[in-house]
């Protein structure tokens, strides 16, 4: 009994030690073709590089490309690639050729580009449509948009802004007695978080009305969650998986566009004559009439409402995030802010100084050059799209030439720029790492460039030779820009003449950037320490 059960073991022994060597080898065959394989992908990819076309970066796995270098710090894959490449080069990402132009000049080639050689809602239509809805933004022609991003830019007049201040700042000290992180006189916050939702109850109270301010203490903050979720980056090429987070997102947008129809529709039923207390959006759009005579149906507006809340949400709360940690890690430039305002503000009669205005949060230089140098260093988004649609030349120098070269870039391409890489480079900014707001007080001159141009919304300026556009440039620019400085020139300003920040025990720098959201913000745990003045 024991000896046959010590032959069957024997056997069994053996067989398996057999199938194990015959699996370990069929296992370094299987390697041994896909090495061979990948190393004729690449010989190939030498052999028929297309010498008229930009360099590609050589890749080893098809369809992926180099979608894992770029994704995990699209920043250093572009700061390797310009040394060995120059300012034009393509790489692969997920089976699309991407074509990147840096530099000033490729800033200008992208941005500046005409309407019918590069086109912006072919590239983002997929994700934005879901979520903002239809008919506006990317699912509506150019000049649609255009038109409504006259009725957007005109509603944040002057007299609007001057308007959101208070309400910036009762929202801000409305925050600090509610949330539970800042109970207390000193203690430490998850910044992100915070920031995230302070600048949604601020965007919401001012942008989007009182009737919806109170919503996002209930009901709108898990749809607007759920909505979010919307923005991934898989969904530019498959927003109809049917998963379970693109059916939350479907059902938040209709939930909230149905919530905006309702307002709009009971703002219309006001009584005739009862006095505008309010200078918010919705009234402005229900005002407005595109350039056929039309008014934009209640469906638009309330599309348009989404995507404005959706658009300034996450750059205004990252850089706000970005702000308090470049603060916390430099508390003599925090002291400096402080000490501005009692210079420029004065303390008032109560010890305390007196509440903010429009025009005196213009009056803090610093203020507004941390704003600066913060959106330098840590812009949001940092790769921007065009699909090509008519065959392009780009003339552009490789490293080792002394004299240009054109490229042709064929219409499957994507072109992307990346202004931060401009933002970033010695060539423009003395010691490019360093957060320095005080370098703008030197270096007045770099700005957008004067050359402006009118695109159907207004003045801006073309930005063509400026290697600081945190606002991109050309027809698909920011409206934004002067409603971010605004509320995040007003909380840099209040957090500063609350709380005295700094990092969390033990860390020595802010941290990392998490790039893989599609908008850029701090890698998260973000901890900051704050103790009130
Ligand atoms: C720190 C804050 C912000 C930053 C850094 C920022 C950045 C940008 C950039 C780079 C673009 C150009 C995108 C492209 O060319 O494809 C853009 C476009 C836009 N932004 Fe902002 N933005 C900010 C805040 C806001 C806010 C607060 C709003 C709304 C009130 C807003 C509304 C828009 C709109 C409507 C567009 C136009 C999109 C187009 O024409 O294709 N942004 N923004």
Same mark, same amino acid.
């Given at each position: ?41 690449? =010989?190939?990819? /030498?052999?028929?590089?297309?010498? *008229?076309?930009?360099?590609?970066? %050589?890749?080893?796995?098809? $369809?992926? !490309? +180099? ?97 959101? =201040?208070?309400? /910036?700042?009762?929202?801000?000290? *409305?925050?600090?007695?509610?949330? %539970?992180?800042?109970?207390? $006189?000193? !203690? +430490? ?345």
């Amino acid at each position: 009994m024991a000896l046959a059960f010590s032959l069957s073991k024997d056997f069994a022994v053996s067989a398996i030690g057999s199938m194990t060597s015959k699996a370990a080898l069929l296992g370094v065959e299987a390697i041994v073709l896909i090495t061979v394989i990948l190393a004729l992908h690449m =010989v190939i990819q /030498f052999l028929f590089a297309k010498k *008229d076309e930009p360099p590609v970066v %050589p890749y080893w796995m098809p $369809f992926i !490309g +180099s979608a894992i270098a770029y994704g995990q710090d699209p920043y250093a894959f572009f700061f390797r690639c310009r040394q060995k490449y120059g300012d034009v080069f393509s790489f692969i990402l997920l089976g699309k050729k991407m074509t990147v132009c840096l530099g000033t000049q490729g800033n200008d080639f992208v941005l500046n580009g005409r309407l019918q050689d590069v086109n912006a809602e072919e590239i983002y239509k997929n994700l934005t449509t879901p979520v903002f809805g239809s008919g506006v933004v990317y699912d509506c022609s150019n000049a649609i948009l255009m038109e409504q991003k006259k009725f957007l830019k005109f509603g944040l007049t002057t007299e609007a802004l001057q308007s959101y =201040v208070p309400l /910036f700042e009762g929202e801000f000290y *409305d925050f600090l007695s509610h949330s %539970p992180a800042f109970q207390g $006189f000193e !203690g +430490s916050i998850c910044v992100t978080k915070a920031m995230a939702e302070l600048t949604i109850f601020m965007a919401s109270r001012t942008l989007q009305g009182k009737e919806v301010r109170p919503k996002f203490d209930s009901t709108f903050a898990e749809l607007y969650h759920d909505l979010d979720m919307g923005f991934t980056p898989v969904n530019f090429m498959m927003p109809w998986l049917p998963l379970p987070a693109n059916r939350r997102r479907d059902h938040a947008q209709h939930t909230l566009a149905n919530t905006y129809i309702e307002i709009i529709k009971a703002r219309r039923n006001l009584e005739e004559g009862q006095p505008l207390t309010e200078n918010d959006m919705i009234w402005h759009l229900m005002s407005c009439r595109y350039k056929n005579g039309n008014p934009i149906p209640d469906q638009q507006i309330a599309h348009m409402m989404i995507a404005l809340l959706m658009a300034g949400q996450h750059s205004s709360s990252s850089i706000a995030s970005w702000i308090m940690l470049r603060l916390a890690s430099r508390p003599d430039i925090a002291e400096e802010l402080y000490q501005e305002q009692v210079r420029v503000l004065g303390p008032s009669d109560k010890g305390q100084m007196k509440r903010l205005t429009y025009e005196e949060i213009g009056l803090l230089n610093l203020n507004s050059l941390v704003v600066k140098e913060t959106l330098r260093l840590h812009a949001p988004i940092h790769s921007i799209m065009r699909a090509v649609k008519l065959p392009l030349t780009v003339q552009t120098n490789k490293p080792s030439e002394l004299e240009s070269r054109l490229y042709n870039i064929p219409t499957p391409h994507v072109l992307l720029s990346a202004p931060g890489v401009t933002a970033q480079s010695s060539a423009h900014f003395a010691n490019p790492s360093s957060w320095d707001p005080h370098r703008w007080e030197a270096q007045p001159t770099v700005k957008d460039g004067d050359e402006k141009v009118d695109y159907g919304y207004g003045l801006v300026t073309k930005g063509a030779s400026s290697p600081y556009l945190p606002f991109g440039a050309g027809r698909h620019r920011c409206i934004g820009e002067q409603f971010a400085y605004l509320q995040l020139g007003t909380i840099t300003a209040l957090m500063v003449r609350q709380f005295k920040l700094r990092l969390a025990d033990g860390e020595t720098d802010v941290p990392k950037t998490n790039y893989m959201s599609l908008f850029t913000r701090p890698l998260d745990p973000a901890i900051i320490r704050w103790e009130s003045r």
